[in-house]
Structures are given as structure tokens and as C-alpha cells.
């Protein structure tokens, strides 16, 4: 069974995205009824966070840039701190659709972590060259860890579960692509099971993309640099994680 809206945190990391965020945060609301939509403001020098505050919103704001992997810690502790037993990622530059979202949600039953994957048979999103290939063996890689087969293990379009949420909150990898790639390796080797669900991708609605084809060669290197030093890094422990997340199931 789908879990409760009122215990379902969408979270929206946010850097500069003055020209989206609004709208983002409407049709989330208006999609989504009953869930609760945080934006991280990740240190943003515009306007996005009093938008979102003005859309509605509950806005927490970051003194300065950290990335998405520390904005998404922000978020998980928020939603440990105030009982949440889910928590959605969503992009805030409009391409991830807030309608996908209970497909991901349904997935929960048998999963601790489901992403929403581009490369899995629905929608158009390319990804070409260099970027494409260095996704393709990422996700070969991972799917080993992981156990079960993964196409799109750098979607940032992702559900977690309350063993999950317990986990990032004190194990969210901030760095440069950690926030993707790290995460799924993290949880995996934590006991996390993980899937996905086919998802169609949008255009922005603003905003400038954070890649563009001449920074194929840079994106290939610390894809695997982050790759690298998720399975150097210790795994947490199991016991510890289900121990914790016991703990907050009693108290809620």
C-alpha cells in the first residue's frame, strides 16, 4: 500500500532557479494534494527562495552553495526531525513530472529506494557520446551492487523509503555527482534494496542545464572518480540503520 500523503516530503533542492521554481511548486501542489513540498535553497544569490516561500512552500535556506547532495541531506533530516516516512526528490527546473510520482511511490511496497529512470522505455531523453557511455557502465556497475538491474543511476528523480530517509540523513553525500552515484552505492551495501520505475523526461522551464556536450570529457572523468570513491568509503552498518529506523517507527 502507497504511503499515507501527509507522511510524503517532496523535496526540491534549489539553486537559481528563480525562473521555474514557482510554477514547479503550483503543480506540485495541485498533483500531489496532501504531501508536503520543501525547497532547499542551496545558498541561491536570485529570488527562488522567496517565490517558493510565496507558492506556498516550506523554504530552509543554505548560506551558501553546497550542491544537491548537501541540500538533499538538509532535506532527509528535515524529514527525520519532523516524521516524515518518505521522501521524493524533484528537480526544481520543471523536468521531472510530479504525476510519475505515485507510480514511484507504489514501487516502495517491495523497495527502499525507486528511481526514476530515463533509459527504461518511456519518453525521449537522450543522453549522447561520452556522457552516454560513462552512464551505461556506471549503471552496469551498480546494478552488481545493487543486485538487480538498473538502466539510470544518475537520475536525481527518486523516492526513499523510511530505512533510506533514515539512512541519508546522517550519510547523504554531498559531492559532485555523490548525490546519485555515491547515494545508490551507499545504500546497497547497507541492506537498501533499490529499483526503478520508467519515467518520461521534460525540457526546463528555465534556467540554464548543468551540462552542456563540451563538458562530456569532464563528466566522464569525475563519474568515475565519484564511482571510485563510493566503494573505497566504509559501508554503514546495518544494524545501526534498522536499529534506528525502529526507533522512529515506535515513536511516531
Same mark, same amino acid.
Given at each position: 500500500?502507497?504511503?499515507?500523503?501527509?507522511?510524503?516530503?517532496?523535496?526540491?533542492?534549489?539553486?537559481?532557479?528563480?525562473?521555474?521554481?514557482?510554477?514547479?511548486?503550483?503543480?506540485?501542489?495541485?498533483?500531489?494534494?496532501?504531501?508536503?513540498?520543501?525547497?532547499?535553497?542551496?545558498?541561491?544569490?536570485d529570488?527562488?527562495?522567496r517565490?517558493?516561500?510565496?507558492?506556498?512552500?516550506?523554504?530552509?535556506?543554505?548560506?551558501?552553495?553546497?550542491?544537491?547532495?548537501?541540500?538533499?541531506?538538509?532535506?532527509?533530516?528535515?524529514? /527525520?526531525?519532523?516524521?516524515?516516512?518518505?521522501?521524493?526528490?524533484?528537480d526544481?527546473d520543471?523536468?521531472?513530472?510530479?504525476?510519475?510520482?505515485?507510480?514511484?511511490?507504489?514501487?516502495?511496497?517491495g523497495?527502499?529506494?525507486?528511481?526514476?529512470?530515463?533509459?527504461?522505455?518511456?519518453?525521449?531523453?537522450?543522453?549522447?557520446?561520452?556522457?552516454?557511455?560513462?552512464?551505461? /557502465?556506471?549503471?552496469?556497475?551498480?546494478?552488481?551492487?545493487?543486485?538487480?538491474?538498473?538502466?539510470?543511476?544518475?537520475?536525481?528523480f527518486?523516492?526513499?523509503?523510511?530505512?533510506?530517509?533514515a539512512?541519508?540523513?546522517?550519510?547523504?553525500?554531498?559531492?559532485?555527482?555523490?548525490?546519485?552515484?555515491?547515494?545508490?552505492?551507499?545504500?546497497?551495501?547497507?541492506?537498501?534494496?533499490?529499483?526503478?520505475?520508467?519515467?518520461?523526461?521534460?525540457?526546463?522551464?528555465?534556467?540554464r542545464?548543468?551540462?552542456?556536450?563540451?563538458?562530456?570529457?569532464?563528466?566522464?572523468?569525475?563519474?568515475f572518480?565519484?564511482?571510485?570513491?563510493?566503494?573505497?568509503?566504509?559501508?554503514?552498518?546495518?544494524?545501526?540503520?534498522?536499529l534506528r529506523?525502529?526507533?522512529e517507527?515506535?515513536?511516531?
Amino acid at each position: 500500500m502507497p504511503p499515507s500523503p501527509s507522511r510524503v516530503l517532496i523535496v526540491l533542492p534549489a539553486f537559481n532557479e528563480e525562473e521555474s521554481i514557482g510554477a514547479v511548486i503550483q503543480e506540485v501542489r495541485s498533483t500531489l494534494p496532501g504531501m508536503t513540498c520543501l525547497v532547499v535553497d542551496d545558498g541561491s544569490k536570485d529570488t527562488t527562495w522567496r517565490i517558493a516561500d510565496r507558492a506556498g512552500a516550506k523554504v530552509v535556506r543554505l548560506p551558501f552553495n553546497l550542491g544537491v547532495g548537501g541540500a538533499m541531506r538538509l532535506g532527509f533530516r528535515y524529514a /527525520v526531525e519532523n516524521d516524515f516516512d518518505v521522501v521524493v526528490q524533484i528537480d526544481a527546473d520543471g523536468q521531472h513530472d510530479p504525476a510519475a510520482v505515485p507510480q514511484l511511490l507504489e514501487k516502495l511496497d517491495g523497495a527502499d529506494i525507486v528511481i526514476g529512470a530515463r533509459f527504461a522505455g518511456v519518453g525521449d531523453y537522450q543522453a549522447g557520446g561520452i556522457r552516454r557511455f560513462a552512464m551505461r /557502465v556506471i549503471a552496469s556497475v551498480l546494478s552488481r551492487t545493487a543486485k538487480t538491474r538498473l538502466t539510470d543511476t544518475t537520475s536525481g528523480f527518486k523516492a526513499s523509503g523510511p530505512r533510506a530517509v533514515a539512512l541519508f540523513a546522517d550519510n547523504y553525500p554531498a559531492e559532485y555527482l555523490g548525490d546519485t552515484i555515491e547515494a545508490l552505492v551507499i545504500a546497497a551495501r547497507a541492506g537498501c534494496r533499490i529499483t526503478q520505475v520508467p519515467v518520461a523526461m521534460r525540457a526546463r522551464t528555465g534556467g540554464r542545464p548543468s551540462h552542456n556536450p563540451f563538458k562530456a570529457a569532464v563528466y566522464l572523468l569525475r563519474a568515475f572518480v565519484a564511482l571510485g570513491f563510493a566503494y573505497l568509503r566504509p559501508a554503514p552498518s546495518v544494524a545501526t540503520l534498522d536499529l534506528r529506523t525502529t526507533q522512529e517507527g515506535a515513536s511516531a
